[in-house]
């Protein structure tokens, strides 16, 4: 059987803008047609998009790079290049988007809507934009911007109302499978559930929640031991826990044991999700022995604790509606599904050296462009001023006005930085 995969490392790569044309109006009969030169296409980006259909992330270990088509250049006739389409990738609901390089949250993909996880770059201008009263021969037009590049973790939170915890083989896909609609494999040996089942679980008109079955948890698996965090991370979202143990002693253990095992790795892995609201579920009580005292030691020990106990057994569907009853009721006092917020800041692209840009002169118009300026340009916001002012900071930062001071611009020509253009004052 294949294994689980909740956690995967992704490149992605937007498509590049297409090139402008360098093209001129040739027409029978039309002297002097002009410049007509097209703008390039801008490249696709990638979108992530919900699949309910998915439920792992296992798509991503055979293919870990993502990368949109470019635009198309542009034409003559001022025709536009096709812009490249844009790729979708479809991940399980639930998948939070993580920066690779700082582990920040870019997005938690728990809604229904689309996420551009990489921008395409826009199409640069053809010639026929730089055509003036003075400049009506422009021989030149505009390179695209390249699209956004990322590495990203994308790691998958189920979203459920409630999780099942306990030890392998206390019955947990055996309650999933008879309270709701989810029919995940069951066998009497330890780790039968290799990932995570979710059923929903009806129990009155409107009344309804989604339960997830987790792996069994073992000790040390706060450690990585067993199935570790793969599956603790699982329960991060759960509203509520239902702790099931088995009390029928049919594995020699001691349930009250068993209980404080489980308890204290889920307090390793995060005192947060060990102090989450629990019930207690006493599983197969229909093979409990007369003269056991196991059921009576772990409801006074569940007791001690202000936890509510259920004498269940899942085989016969004994208590489980009641424990499903209950289950509905204290949810309905708690609030919603924790969905993360974003807070991944992305750090601001800063001035590289003069000496790597390319500057070109094209009678009154120098087209300068180089790497570090394309980042420069895509983090800034130039219809804010406080953005604007940072761009020229970093221009002045770089020695760029000196440098084309150096290679005789002079004041009143235009400066061209991709689709930015400015007249230079000194």
Not at 82 to 93: A, D, F, H, Y
Not at 110 to 116: K, N, R
Request: hydrophobic share 40%.
């Amino acid at each position: 059987m294949a294994s689980f995969i909740d956690q995967a490392r992704i490149t992605v790569k937007a498509g590049s803008g297409g090139g402008g044309a360098v093209a001129f109006h040739r027409e029978k009969y039309v002297a002097a047609g002009g410049p007509d030169g097209g703008d390039g296409g801008s490249g696709g980006s990638v979108v992530l998009r919900v699949d309910d259909n998915l439920s792992t992330l296992m798509d991503f270990r055979y293919k870990r790079k993502y990368a949109a088509p470019d635009g198309a250049k542009g034409e003559g006739g001022r025709r536009k290049g096709k812009s490249g389409e844009n790729l979708i990738v479809r991940v399980p609901r639930g998948t939070v988007v993580r920066d690779a390089e700082t582990g920040g949250i870019i997005r938690d993909m728990s809604d229904s809507e689309d996420f551009v996880l990489a921008r395409g770059g826009r199409g640069g201008w053809g010639n026929s934009h730089f055509a003036t009263p003075t400049r009506q021969v422009p021989r030149f037009a505009k390179s695209g911007l390249p699209g956004e590049a990322r590495d990203v973790v994308l790691e998958l939170k189920l979203l459920a109302d409630v999780g099942l915890v306990g030890f392998p083989n206390v019955g947990k896909s055996t309650l999933l499978s008879v309270t709701s609609n989810a029919r995940p494999k069951i066998a009497n040996y330890h780790f039968t559930t290799l990932y995570p089942n979710l059923g929903v679980i009806y129990v009155d008109e409107g009344v309804s929640f989604v339960m997830a079955d987790i792996p069994g948890i073992i000790e040390g698996a706060a450690e990585g031991a067993g199935l570790g965090h793969d599956f603790l991370r699982h329960i991060d979202r759960c509203r509520l826990l239902v702790h099931l143990v088995d009390v029928s002693g049919s594995e020699d253990r001691d349930p009250v044991a068993d209980f404080e095992k489980i308890n204290e790795e889920l307090r390793q892995y995060s005192p947060d999700l060990a102090s989450r609201p629990m019930l207690v579920a006493a599983n197969k009580v229909d093979l409990l022995s007369p003269d056991s005292d196991n059921l009576e030691r772990l409801r006074a020990h569940a007791a001690a604790r202000g936890l509510e106990l259920f004498e269940i057994s899942a085989a016969t569907t004994r208590g489980t509606r009641e424990l499903m009853r209950a289950v509905a009721g204290k949810l309905s006092q708690l609030p919603p599904v924790i969905v993360y917020e974003p807070d991944y800041v992305k750090p601001l692209a800063e001035a590289g050296r003069v000496e790597d840009l390319r500057i070109e002169r094209f009678d009154d118009v120098w087209s300068v462009s180089g790497a570090w300026l394309e980042r420069l340009l895509g983090d800034v916001n130039l219809a804010d001023y406080e953005s604007r002012m940072y761009f020229d900071r970093q221009l002045r930062r770089s020695g760029l006005f000196e440098r084309l001071e150096s290679l005789g611009i002079e004041e009143g020509d235009t400066v061209s930085i991709y689709d930015l253009e400015f007249t230079y004052e000194r």
